[in-house]
């Protein structure tokens, strides 16, 4: 049961691992042009791998991480080839290689800098979650503008005024913005944000912002994968 509740802790915050490197699609070009659904099931190959690495069992057959994942295994089989990673026969896939493979494909080395807007409870808790440096994500700051919050350190990061977001944007070089203010505050934050030469907007607000062409979000549907989830019941 651990291994699953793993699986939907990292869904649940990243909905890691998966959405965030839908973003990342955006963020650089790929050798292979790959698609969302797939980039979710590889991030979700990549959590079962982690696991099976903890574990000490050194190959996966396409079988177990389609069992896993209540999925056909023939999927699983063609979306590693994706990888150019060859399994061993009557063996599978040595658990460490295969790892690798989805890493180097989805770029989880590229380190990808990120600042957190909004600290309220969303934004802090995604600021204590402490995987995210392994998926190349490294937040370096959260920013909100309440006198009450300012100052305050969370997971060794100091929360900033959001009128020096320009400055140390600029002085960092952050790529990503992630997101997470009260809803009516969000376009206004999402036009500071442009203004202040961010590209890459990770947004979790329940909002559609409205943004140049130049500008790539990703909005984070937290409510809407609820519904889905709980639709039968």
């Given amino acids: 049961m651990f291994f699953f ?35 979710n099931r590889l991030t979700l190959y990549h959590c079962i791998l982690t696991d099976y690495i903890d574990k000490k069992i050194e190959f996966i057959s396409s079988k177990q991480i389609a069992g896993l994942l209540n999925i056909d295994d023939s999927q699983v089989r063609k979306d590693i ?17 295969l790892k690798i493979s989805i890493e180097k494909t989805l770029g989880f080395k590229k380190t990808k800098k990120a600042f957190i ?26 920013f909100d503008n309440s006198p009450e919050k300012i100052g ?5 990061m100091q929360i900033q005024d959001i009128t020096r977001l320009p400055e140390i944007a600029q002085r960092e070089e952050a790529d990503i913005a992630i997101l997470t203010v009260p809803a009516r505050f969000a376009q206004s934050t ?6 202040s030469n961010i590209k890459y907007i990770w947004n979790f607000a329940p909002v559609v912002l409205s943004v140049p062409s130049n500008v790539q979000v990703w909005n984070e549907n937290l409510m809407g994968n609820f519904l889905q989830f709980t639709y039968d019941i």
């Fill in 190 to 195: 999402a036009e500071f944000l442009v203004n």
């Fill in 117 to 142: 807007i909004g600290a309220g409870n969303l934004g802090t808790a995604i600021a204590n979650y402490g995987n995210f440096k392994d998926y190349g994500l490294n937040i370096l700051s959260l």
């Fill in 5 to 39: 509740y793993k699986v939907e802790y990292f869904n649940s915050i990243i909905s890691f691992c998966f959405n965030y490197n839908i973003l990342l699609c955006y963020y650089w070009d790929m050798e292979k042009k790959i698609s969302d659904k797939v980039i």
């Fill in 81 to 97: 080839n994706l990888l150019n990673n060859s399994g061993k026969n009557r063996v599978g896939y040595i658990v460490k290689e």
């Fill in 152 to 156: 305050k350190i969370i997971n060794g």
